[in-house]
């Protein structure tokens, strides 16, 4: 006979392995989409997102749009607003601009 705490575990596991399964591909839509600042200028895409030990995005690397552009700023995936099929961050382009780049070669 299945004890009832056995049926839960199993539950609980298999709950686990979907949200994980979920995140990770909600990650991988992450990347590629448009950022904006708070008056809708286009800042760049998202070229990166860096994870915590629990799997959940805890900062973007947004690559600048442009010719000129250096390096990815790093921001806080919580600074995100979703809005549609990209996002709104409560920056100006110019603070944005201002921000330094992300080193990505060191270590």
């Known amino acids: 006979m299945i004890k009832p705490r056995h049926v839960l575990a199993a539950g609980l596991a298999a709950g686990l392995m979907f949200a994980f399964a979920n995140l990770a591909s909600a990650q991988g839509s992450l990347e590629g989409r448009e950022v904006r600042a708070s008056d809708g200028a286009v800042l760049g895409t998202i070229a990166k997102v860096i994870t915590g030990a629990d799997g959940r995005p805890l900062q973007v690397l947004v690559q600048?749009?442009?010719?000129?552009?250096?390096?990815?700023?790093?921001?806080?995936?919580?600074?995100?607003?979703?809005?549609?099929?990209?996002?709104?961050?409560?920056l100006s382009k110019a603070e944005f601009d201002s921000m330094p780049a992300v080193d990505l070669a060191a270590k």
């Open 64 to 90: 600048p749009k442009g010719v000129r552009a250096a390096g990815p700023r790093s921001l806080p995936y919580k600074a995100l607003s979703p809005e549609g099929d990209q996002f709104v961050i409560p």
